[in-house]
């Protein structure tokens, strides 16, 4: 990261995490060159970036201040409030419907589970993907059934390493999607009837996947910024035979939540001490606003009991289903459980990727993607503050591209989702992300959109949200 991205990603989070304020003052580029110890045209930089995301704005001969359109700060939603008890999962035919209604192109997807395809570099791996079409060799085909394409593996070996977590490229499994990795990982440390440890709210597809397998769910609630209850969880695991545990570590799906790092240590120390394993679900890792790579639980795994999945989905290329499994001591299970149901994932699809991976440019289009995403959660954060009710709660993660909204108690968030549905807006119900259909009056949105739908979209959910508010 340059060093004016450093500085204005800085002071956007001053701005941001409310330390700066509407109206204030910033320093001056001679005061922020010294205190920052940075050259003045480093600072001119920076600033300029932040005038840029409507951050900050210059006033003739007095200097720069904090935008009147920096995003008020909306209150937080408390903790979730599941109770740990175990239940069996069928989930709703509501998950089914919403997911129909997201394939709807002509419907704005603030209920989309996937950012905008026009956020990816398409042209460029369309090139890649051509190239390996080009250059493949039918006969190769068995030299990339599971664990995968090597060059593949060892560009994603290479990106943890730069990043402090050592894995070596023998350790990745590449795999159609995290969520097949996902699936094979539950499947492999578990039989039917067992107990998993799921968060709460958690996305759908936990649930979809725990009924699949015929599994029991046990509900650990998460906080909307530290994640998920360790304490919840300890006396759960001392009071019932879990068999694993399920997390996302980092952003949260729905609640944008990142566990601090000594609390991923404390998770892995905690589980450790069960025996119990931890299928990590990582897939919005890459999407960290700031300026560091927010570790996974994995790096902590001393023991091999950590399941670590991945994923290009949702950072570079949405459509290729590739994603990975770094699994420890359950690696080889997995292998072959792969190879006994789908052999190994697209061949082409993986020396696409690993083409484009070797081209570089993969952080340049990382870093624009999460400047993009940062900027529209501060957009999206102030058409919440301005379009609905009062007593709105809202989170704000520093990742990823969903926001969690707790409405006003009496809002239905079912009948919000059917009436917007009407209007042409999908939004994620807050009952899919849990085995009971609780969060009856939260929503989740997706803010990895283009700019112009965003505002009118939130504007058009507001009024309606205000209407059944009475
Ligand atoms: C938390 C989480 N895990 C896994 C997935 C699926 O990832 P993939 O598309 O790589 O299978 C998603 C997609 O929505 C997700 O939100």
Redesign the pocket.
Same mark, same amino acid.
């Given at each position: 990261m340059k060093r004016y991205e450093a500085l204005a990603d800085k002071i956007a989070t001053l701005i941001r995490s409310g330390a700066l304020k509407a109206g204030d003052r910033i320093p001056s580029i001679r005061q922020a060159s010294a205190r920052y110890s940075v050259s003045p045209s480093t600072v001119f930089q920076a600033y300029y970036r932040l005038e840029g995301r409507g951050l900050i704005r210059a006033r003739e001969r007095s200097g720069y201040y904090v935008s009147d359109k920096a995003p008020r700060l909306l209150p937080e939603p408390q903790a979730s409030q599941a109770v740990a008890t175990s239940s069996d999962v069928t989930v709703s035919e509501l998950v089914f419907s919403v997911l129909e209604s997201m394939q709807d192109t002509d419907i704005a997807p603030l209920g989309a589970?996937?950012p905008a395809a026009e956020l990816f570099p398409l042209e460029k791996l369309a090139q890649s993907l051509a190239r390996a079409n080009r250059h493949v060799n039918p006969s190769s085909s068995g030299a990339n059934l599971s664990p995968g394409n090597e060059a593949l593996r060892r560009a994603i070996s290479l990106r943890y390493m730069t990043s402090g977590l050592s894995v070596g490229a023998d350790e990745v499994l590449i795999t159609? /999607?995290?969520?097949?990795g996902?699936t094979l990982a539950l499947q492999a440390i578990t039989e039917p009837g067992d107990l998993v440890a799921i968060e709460s709210p958690t996305?759908y597809?936990v649930l979809q996947i725990v009924e699949r397998l015929k599994l029991k769910a046990i509900e650990i609630p998460v906080h909307p910024s530290e994640g998920l209850d360790l304490e919840v969880l300890s006396e759960a695991l001392k009071n019932n035979t879990i068999s694993a545990c399920w997390c996302?570590s980092n952003f949260q799906?729905p609640m944008g939540a990142t566990m601090p790092d000594i609390k991923k240590q404390d998770l892995v120390t905690l589980l450790g001490q069960y025996e119990v394993p931890l299928i990590e679900?990582d897939?919005?890792g890459e999407l960290y606003f700031g300026s560091t790579y927010p570790k996974p639980a994995k790096a902590f795994d001393e023991l091999g009991l950590v399941i670590h999945?991945g994923?290009?989905?949702?950072s570079l290329a949405?459509g290729y289903?590739i /994603?990975w499994v770094i699994a420890g001591r359950y690696q080889e299970r997995i292998r072959r459980d792969k190879l006994m149901t789908t052999l190994s994932a697209s061949v082409p699809a993986q020396l696409a990727i690993a083409d484009y991976i070797s081209r570089g440019g993969y952080d340049r289009h990382l870093r624009r993607l999460r400047h993009f995403l940062e900027d529209q959660q501060a957009l999206m954060t102030s058409a919440i503050a301005s379009h609905f009710p009062a007593g709105t709660k809202v989170t704000r993660p520093r990742g990823g591209y969903f926001l969690w909204l707790e409405l006003p108690s009496n809002i239905d968030s079912l009948a919000l989702y059917h009436a917007c549905l009407a209007k042409g807006i999908n939004l994620a119900p807050g009952p899919i992300f849990s085995a009971t259909e609780d969060y009856g009056n939260c929503i989740r949105l997706n803010y990895g959109q283009p700019l112009g739908q965003i505002t009118s979209a939130v504007e058009a959910v507001g009024k309606i949200a205000r209407g059944l508010n009475q």
């Open positions: 589970a996937y159609n /999607g995290a969520l097949e996902l996305f597809a996302m799906n679900d897939v919005y999945c994923s290009f989905s949702k949405p289903r /994603g």
